[in-house]
């Protein structure tokens, strides 16, 4: 056999191990002096690197920080958003309030995408772009306003005009909360969270949802024991119950509840006005206690309010349960000891509450307080009524400048709509029809006698809260009762009045099949109807109808719509959280 013996001494040796070696590189070494030309080389299959150009990793993904420009109503738009970094293919997703009319192209699969399309509404709206790649997802919030075109300067003056004569004021910074940021959250959990309820199966989101607008969109609201639908989920439209059990109101939306002075459409709770002061005194500060169906609670009236949905039977307390048989006072504190059973709770409130506060720690008051930082936090302030009254021209179009006008003037709107959020929190009797369950009133026992049932006092019989009118574009149905499905329809019965509660047959509610055929006569809510609703004049023009409401819409603020970033994921109960 053969013997190859290695021989260090022997030169050609290594000179020819050497010149193979070369041999087999060369190409390579070849090639990556042709790539670095360009800028950068790329290793052969199975080679180690670093990554990046040049074996630098890449830089990370992010999002240009751009000012988007303004766009019109009704006028084309395009702009580009960029990102930088990462690695494609990308992906990209948006939330929040896009100007309607306008959309993200979500197919893109370059660092480039696009917003684009035609503003169908003016405004300011604030959204979220998120992109990401293999490894790194990254999002940033982008505003863009949407301005109406050059208007009539005759139509200007005239409603700078009234603003000035009438002394009209908005919402403005001035109006924000001041907020707890621990309670908030405490709040926001406590909100969605559906151990508050006997069943355990409905949250005060349930009826006050985002997708909702914090409404429900339901005439009459569905408590304990509803069901939803596996295409329109549990909360909103498809929310049923199998008995037909329904709330006898509608669910009021959420939104700046530390400017309401009074609760409920019957204003069952309510902050007493303080007494006039002495001539030439400044006004004295409202009282610190709130006037409730317990009592007097030492409580603001949104906080007092938390506490009353929750021993509500077909809202949030059912029967049938371990609770049954409680008083309400009773009944609180068994949901304080679900809440003590929970860690996270416990630890919540203690921050939230800590040494030093009027009450420590997990206390019914404090759950009513936590829950009304949160719905607190839901107050906007740049609807485009807001910003035309801050001296922005552009913010509303000529249409919503004529139903402004008419508001204030010839429509004599603002005889109870008046002050920031559109409301004097007065009671009136405004002719609606009633149907649904009503509270027991009236021969039929299926009648709502309104704020008599606070007051005692017959003159206050079928009569209820003027509710503020902000965000009110996107919070139908209308009414007490949900009983008109669009601003034309509450429009047009402040118009025709008797006539349109005798000819109302509910077959345009949403819950038509189920409420329809509960509708009762209307002469008893005819016989003693507010003089202020009857000196809404019945003339008013088609033009004028689209007018009113056109400055109606107008009085939305566009971060309210769809806060679905409100939802949590998941709540310290560890209970089901209704997503939709």
Known sequence: MKREVFEPCNPRGPRRALLENFMRIAPWIFLCLAALALGGCKPPSGSATSGGQGGQPPAALSLATVNLPGGTLNVPYTVDIQASGGTAPYAWDVSGNLPPGLGVDLTSTTSLTTLS????????????????????????????????????????????????????????????PALNQSQVELGRLLFFDKILSGKQDVACATCHHPTENFGDSLNLSVGVDGVGTAS???????????????????????????????????????RPLPP???????????????????????LAPDEA????????????????HALDGLSNNAYRQALLTRLQAVSDYVTRFNAAFPAGSPEVGMTVNNLARAIAQYERSQTYINSAWDRYLRGDATAM????????????????????????????????????????????????????????????QAANRYQFRVPPLRNVGATA???????????????VHYRNKQQSSQNYTGQNMLQAADLAPTLLPVAGVLTSLSPLFLQVPGDLSQGEQADLVAFLQALTDPAFVQRLQDIPATVPSGLPVDQQ
Request: with cysteine.
């Open 305 to 320: 309010q938390a506490l009353f949905p929750l021993v509500n039977v077909t809202e949030m307390r059912g029967s049938g």
């Open 397 to 456: 179009t000529d249409s919503q400048k004529r139903g402004a006008l008419l508001f204030f003037g010839r429509a004599q709107c603002d005889s109870c709509h008046s002050g920031p959020l559109l409301s004097n929190f007065t009671t009136h009797n405004l002719g609606v029809p009633q149907f649904g369950p009503g509270l027991g009133n009236g021969p039929s026992g299926r009648e709502d006698f309104g704020f008599e049932n606070v007051t005692g």
């Open 276 to 298: 006039p002061p002495p001539p030439g005194s400044p006004p004295p500060p409202p009282p610190n206690f709130v006037n409730t169906p317990e009592g007097q609670m030492n």
């Open 232 to 270: 329109l989920g549990n909360v909103g439209p498809g929310r049923n119950h199998p008995q037909k059990v329904f709330v006898p109101r509608n669910a009021q939306p959420v939104f700046a509840t530390h400017l309401q002075p009074a609760m409920f459409w019957d204003k069952r709770i309510e």
């Open 117 to 176: 399309g035609t503003p169908s509404a003016n405004g300011q709206f604030t959204f979220t772009v998120e992109v990401s790649d293999a490894s790194t997802v990254t999002s940033r919030q982008f505003i863009v306003n949407i301005a109406a075109p050059a208007g009539n300067p005759q139509i200007e003056q005239n409603l700078r005009n009234v603003i000035a004569q009438k002394q009209i004021t908005g919402l403005s910074t001035a109006s924000l």
């Open 477 to 491: 149905p209308y009414m007490h009762n949900g009983a008109f499905s669009t601003l034309n329809e509450v429009v």
